[in-house]
């Protein structure tokens, strides 16, 4: 009888294990890293930011050019000191992955559009904790600009009070 709970349990043990964490990347990054995670792709803010916004710093970022399952597309920055007030008009692109900005609103959000905050919440094991904090308490409070792209679901975030920018979204599998 023990040999046979023994055998039941070396092979259930190593399939919930599996079952587990095989749905769920985000939870393994987040165990791997303690600390906040910050994600850089290398070049992904310069390309989105070129000739748009200058910026001081890469805060996090994940640019993939294809993705075998949903994933989480994002980019935000710290802006200079010396950042413009009012949010840079939108950059026309061909490349939708490489636009910035749009009908600008300001922030608060308005409660009809809470759904704007979504992609952030989704995408905090890849942003980082401390940034997706930030970030929803930017778009809580007066004093920012966003815009949300109702073809894809982006989130645009211009805030220089708090030096701020960024755009995060959730892409489709197979599509960054």
Same mark, same amino acid.
Request: glycine share 6%.
């Given at each position: 009888?023990?040999?046979?709970? +023994? ?12 079952? *587990?964490?095989?749905? /769920? $990347?985000?939870? *393994? ?20 930011? %070129?000739?748009?916004? $200058? ?8 640019? @993939? #050019?294809? #993705? $075998? !399952? ?43 559009? /809470?759904?704007?905050? !979504? ?10 904790? @401390?940034?997706?904090?930030? *970030? ?12 949300? %792209?109702? /073809? ?6 211009? #805030? $220089?009070? #708090? +030096? ?5 979204? *959730? ?6």
């Amino acid at each position: 009888m023990n040999t046979l709970i +023994r055998v039941l349990a070396l092979a259930l043990v190593p399939l919930a294990l599996w079952s *587990i964490f095989q749905g /769920t $990347p985000q939870i *393994i990054l987040a165990l791997m890293s303690p600390d906040d995670p910050r994600q850089v792709s290398h070049g992904y803010a310069e390309r989105l930011f %070129d000739g748009v916004l $200058p910026f001081d710093e890469v805060l996090s970022s994940r640019y @993939s #050019a294809s #993705a $075998p !399952e949903e994933s989480c597309q994002h980019v935000f920055v710290r802006l200079g000191v010396n950042a413009p007030s009012a949010p840079p008009r939108a950059a026309l692109r061909h490349n939708r992955d490489l636009r910035f900005g749009g009908l600008w609103r300001p922030t608060p959000l308005a409660f009809a559009d /809470t759904a704007a905050l !979504e992609p952030v919440e989704r995408c905090v094991a890849y942003v980082g904790r @401390s940034l997706s904090a930030e *970030i929803g308490r930017v778009l809580r409070e007066p004093g920012a600009q966003y815009y949300r %792209d109702l /073809t894809d679901g982006t989130l645009h975030l211009y #805030a $220089p009070a #708090a +030096r701020l920018a960024g755009r995060v979204r *959730i892409a489709s599998e197979g599509r960054p």
